[in-house]
């Protein structure tokens, strides 16, 4: 079977989308179902390249038992659209920047990462970077329940 393929982006790729891209992968651990993932983040921007997220990105997962250390910061390029089945952008910002640099053949697969928590009250992740721990904490929790709803969507399409 071949692996359904999920990347998250928000601008820098420090904060929200390696927290999605960690609590996504916890859930799919979770439930054993790596074998059927692959599962990355990057940025719009190449401010944090290279980077490990944010310290608190990295200490509000931890707080939850997952452990973003790991990822490292890049940016979106080309062929990330071709590869990618799912590409979930943060904000509307960036998913405005995806979709104009993505071919239209692939334009389908981007969507707003909270498109998949149609309870929430807000359609973006706000970004937290200038603000403090309850940011981070807030996001976290915006995360979660857009990641449980997104790992439900695609084991009903892909995964039955």
């Known amino acids: 079977m071949e692996k359904v393929k999920v990347l998250f982006v928000c601008m820098g ?3 929200r989308s390696p927290t999605a891209h960690g609590l996504f992968e916890h859930l799919v651990n979770t439930e054993h179902l790596d ?3 692959e599962i990355d983040s990057a940025g719009t921007h190449a401010y944090h390249v290279g980077s490990e997220p944010d310290r608190r ?3 509000t997962a931890t ?3 997952i452990d973003l250390s790991y990822i490292r910061g890049r940016k979106v390029k080309e062929s990330d659209f071709s590869y990618y089945d799912y590409i979930l952008a943060m904000d509307g910002d960036n998913y405005a920047i995806l979709e104009q640099a993505c071919p239209e053949e692939f334009r389908d697969k981007i969507n707003l990462f909270l498109d998949y928590a ?5 359609d973006e992740v706000p970004d937290p970077y200038y603000g403090g721990i309850m940011g981070f904490e807030n996001v976290f929790n915006m ?6 709803g997104l790992l439900e969507v695609i084991k009903s399409r892909h995964l039955r």
């Open 13 to 15: 790729n420090i904060c």
């Open 35 to 37: 074998d059927h993932f």
């Open 57 to 59: 990105a990295q200490e």
């Open 63 to 65: 707080s939850h038992g």
């Open 118 to 122: 149609p309870e929430h009250p807000l």
């Open 143 to 148: 995360v979660n329940t857009a990641s449980k």
